[in-house]
């Protein structure tokens, strides 16, 4: 039987869980996250936040993390959740932590009247691919494209303000 507890993340737990997206984003990346405490403050601990969190700990310290917000799809009409994020320590992991915390976040999905979560998951990480097939995923045939800050600007310099 493990010891971790999984529960609503708290604005306590903001400076851990930007050191956890940082062990995320070294594992993904090679890179450190952006991501600060005051970030985790402003967006997610705040009246409207962008984006919901649930950690696990044990003993006082945080072991892993799931984030996730609302999604839509139009094509079903139907509510569901994104997983922006899942990470579990090295150390703690293959003890059942990730499952619970899918889990947990499963069950707020439910809860919040939705019917399907989706995220994606880096090619090369074969642990974690096989770990969601393993919970009844599958892979769906699509491709991710992002317009990052250039990008971004440039399109939408390209539309009047009475152009939208």
């Keep these: 039987m493990s ?4 529960r609503r993340a708290a604005p306590r737990d903001a400076p851990m869980l930007a050191e956890l997206a940082t062990l995320l984003t070294r594992e993904d990346t090679g890179t450190a996250s952006r991501l600060r405490a005051r970030d985790l403050l402003e967006h997610c601990f705040c009246e409207r936040p962008l984006f919901e ?21 139009t094509q079903y009409a139907a509510k569901g959740f994104y997983l922006q994020d899942l990470y579990v320590r090295q150390e703690a992991r293959r003890r059942g932590l990730g ?16 019917s399907y979560m989706f995220w994606h998951a880096q090619p090369s990480n074969r642990a974690g691919r096989a770990f ?33």
Aim: proline share 7%.
């Design 3 to 6: 010891g971790f507890v999984v």
């Design 53 to 73: 969190a649930l950690v696990g700990e044990e003993a006082g310290r945080l072991l892993g993390y799931a984030s996730y917000y609302p999604a839509y799809d």
């Design 99 to 114: 499952r619970a915390l899918m889990a947990a976040v499963a069950r707020a999905c439910l809860d919040a009247g939705g």
């Design 132 to 164: 969601y097939r393993a919970l009844g995923a599958r892979t769906e045939p699509v491709s991710t494209l992002s317009l990052q800050p250039g990008p971004l600007r440039k399109i939408a310099a390209r539309l009047g303000p009475d152009d939208a």
